[in-house]
């Protein structure tokens, strides 16, 4: 059996002109939780619809569970919520859970389906009732109905309020640690540094950052130093050790620098009155905004 959920060997799609992904390299062990980033036309969705055989590489190989995606979805090995997939209006919730049931030689009971994406009680609601939020969960609902190996997530929180975010990822968790994968795209980055076991980032079609959120942040290096002015100016802070970039907002200034203690050293010896010293790691969004500006197609 082979080991790997998923697994892109360079693999390129082109269209045009235009690298939507390009020469990509990801593995995703069997059981693993992880979270997809990157920014518009970073390739995505693209590298997702591979995933999906929804479209074949023009180069490289992707496989699912060591077959072709084609093959592992004919198998019912593959769930997918995609943010564009629609719903036949006057249908059900329960209708949609039993269509989808259909799908699969080895559907979850529609019982379960339900409870876990939060849609007991409006499992007779149509489906062209349901609020932004609740319509996210019958998507997830669907993906879910065949009990996949490897349920593929495209923004699956969006609309959904901070609640029912909370309750859509204890769902998660408990469903990935019964040894599926999970493979989601976000935009929300505090999801994936609390619900992935791994954060891979994509820019101009390329694995740019592959690791757990602590290790991304790591990648993009450095600490943030802030302080209070205390109505002193910002002259000659940019000069100071390690100091790689100065944002002022009111009497609040914040150093992004490759050297804490330099910096923090220097900035006590030059006679500056300041205030409220406070020191940071590099934040997942911070380290996101670095990676993605810094890594520019050759």
């Given at each position: 059996m082979n080991d790997s959920a998923v697994r892109l060997h360079k693999a390129a799609k082109h269209f045009g002109a235009v690298r939507a992904v390009d020469g990509a390299d990801l593995a995703i062990a069997q059981g693993e939780t992880v979270a997809l980033l990157g920014p518009n036309g970073a390739g995505k969705s693209t590298a997702i619809g591979m995933m999906l055989g929804l479209a074949r590489p023009d180069s490289g190989s992707v496989e699912l569970f060591g077959t072709s995606p084609a093959r592992a979805v004919h198998a019912g090995w593959v769930g997918a919520m995609?943010?564009?997939?629609?719903?036949?209006?006057?249908?059900?919730?329960?209708?949609?859970?039993?269509?989808?049931?259909?799908?699969?030689?080895?559907?979850?009971?529609?019982?379960?389906?339900?409870?876990?994406?939060?849609?007991?009680?409006?499992?007779?609601?149509?489906?062209?009732?349901?609020?932004?939020?609740?319509?996210?969960?019958?998507?997830?609902?669907?993906?879910?109905?065949?009990?996949?190996?490897?349920?593929?997530?495209?923004?699956?929180?969006?609309?959904?309020?901070?609640?029912?975010r909370q309750a859509f990822w204890a769902a998660m968790r408990r469903y990935?640690?019964?040894?599926?994968?999970?493979?989601?795209?976000?935009?929300?980055?505090?999801?994936?540094?609390?619900?992935?076991?791994?954060?891979?980032?994509?820019?101009?079609?390329?694995?740019?950052?592959?690791?757990?959120?602590?290790?991304?942040?790591?990648v993009a290096g450095g600490r943030t130093v802030r302080f209070d002015l205390g109505g002193g100016d910002t002259a000659g802070l940019d000069a100071?050790?390690?100091?790689?970039?100065?944002?002022?907002?009111?009497?609040?200034?914040?150093?992004?620098?490759?050297?804490?203690?330099?910096?923090?050293?220097?900035?006590?010896?030059?006679?500056?009155?300041?205030?409220?010293?406070?020191?940071?790691?590099?934040g997942l969004e911070e380290a996101f905004l670095t990676l993605t500006a810094e890594k520019v197609p050759a």
């Open positions: 995609l943010q564009d997939g629609g719903f036949v209006p006057s249908a059900t919730v329960r209708d949609l859970v039993e269509l989808a049931r259909a799908q699969y030689p080895h559907p979850l009971p529609t019982r379960q389906i339900l409870a876990t994406a939060g849609l007991t009680d409006l499992s007779r609601r149509r489906l062209d009732k349901l609020s932004g939020g609740e319509a996210q969960r019958a998507r997830f609902a669907f993906a879910l109905a065949g009990d996949p190996r490897l349920l593929v997530l495209d923004e699956p929180t969006a609309a959904m309020d901070v609640a029912t990935s640690a019964s040894g599926h994968t999970v493979l989601f795209a976000t935009h929300y980055l505090e999801e994936a540094d609390q619900y992935a076991d791994r954060v891979v980032v994509l820019a101009h079609g390329r694995v740019i950052a592959d690791g757990t959120g602590t290790e991304i942040k790591s100071l050790p390690g100091v790689r970039a100065v944002e002022v907002h009111g009497e609040r200034a914040t150093l992004r620098t490759s050297d804490a203690d330099a910096t923090v050293r220097s900035l006590v010896h030059s006679g500056r009155i300041f205030t409220g010293l406070e020191v940071t790691g590099v």
